[in-house]
Each structure stands twice: as C-alpha cells, then as structure tokens.
C-alpha cells in the first residue's frame, strides 16, 4: 500500500479490481474549508481506457510492482505484438488494446523494455522520441513562409506535417504520444 501523496507518473495501481498506469499526478493544494487532493490521469493496462480518479492525499492505494525485460520486437498479428526476450528466446505477446497507437512506430528487432506481471507480458514502456526517415514529401515553397507546413509520409507510411526545408531522405524525430514533427537529426554533409 502507498499513500496518494507519494504516487508517481509510472506507477502500476490495483483499483476496483482493475490494473491502471499512472499518466499524470496533478496536486491540488487545499484552502479555508476545501482539502487538498490528488487528480491522477490513469490508463487501464489491460483495455486501453482512460480514467481520471481524485483521491484525498492520506488515502491508501494498492501498488503493483512491475518488473521491466528488455526484448526485440518480432511481428504482431490481429490481437497482439510479440516481443522475444534475446537470452533465452522466450517470446511474449502484448495485447494491442494495451500498446495502442504506439504499435505504428515498432519496427522489426527494435529493443523495447516490456512490463511484467509475474510472467504475463502486459505493457511497454516506449520512447517518447524516435526518429524515422522520410520517404516522400513533396517540394519546398522557395521564398514563403517559415512557419508552413507540408505532409510527409514517413518510412512506417505515418503521414505528418513538417517544415518546407525538409526533404525526401531526411531523417526526422517524432513525437510518438502527439504523433508531431519534433525537429530534424542534422546529418554531416560532405
């Protein structure tokens, strides 16, 4: 058991007999008649859902220890991505309600930390930035704004807006949560 005031982003919580991940921990400080809370934004591991929960700051919830493996992403099927742990080639699958959005971003061999409940493979933890090529954009509008934008499709058939000085073959970080053009991986010309 931990107190709401100790809760972190990362967390696993076990309410109502649901398993959650801590999104986001808002505190909310109290004044004259009206305590103090916590907000916590939550993700349901297993389905996917959203949820938002206040608790009061001396309340007790029940935590869960997760155990992270590092494994290489193989392939997904129409319920779940596999992962293989590469010491003992034990693979696992992750159900995609639980992965989401993300799974557009996996690429074949790409080492993900995978979230453990006892043996049971529930959840990934990816990285917020990653950075992909771009396969086709179209060309720049020479002596226009600085601030338009253009489409670009990116290597995993993603399309995303980025800036007019981008090209065919660049390499570029994303955004993976707001699916956005982050900025550009400057590569040494010679």
Do not use: W
């Not at 990362?10 to 009206?34: C, F, I, N, P, T």
């Not at 907000?39 to 389905?47: G, H, P, S, T, Y």
């Amino acid at each position: 058991m931990v107190l709401a005031s100790g809760i972190k982003e990362g967390s696993a919580l076990q309410l109502d007999g649901k398993l959650y991940k801590v999104l986001e921990v808002v505190r909310h400080a109290g004044s004259g008649q009206m305590h103090g809370f916590i907000e916590l934004k939550l993700k349901d591991i297993r389905f996917g859902h959203f949820a938002d929960r206040r608790f009061k700051q001396t309340d007790k919830l029940e935590d869960v220890e997760l155990t992270k493996r590092q494994m290489d992403y193989i392939y997904s099927d129409a319920d779940a991505c596999y992962f293989m742990d590469p010491d003992t080639f034990e693979q696992v699958g992750v159900a995609k309600k639980s992965v989401g959005h993300i799974e557009k971003f996996l690429k074949e061999g790409m080492k993900i930390s995978v979230e453990m409940l006892g043996e049971e493979a529930i959840s990934i933890q990816f990285p917020k930035i990653v950075e992909l090529q771009i396969a086709s954009t179209g060309a720049g509008i020479r002596d226009g704004q600085d601030n338009t934008m253009k489409p670009a499709t990116l290597e995993n058939g993603l399309e995303i807006l980025v800036p007019q000085f981008i090209e065919t073959g660049d390499k570029v970080r994303i955004d993976t949560e707001k699916v956005k053009y982050v900025d550009r991986v400057t590569i040494k010309r010679m």
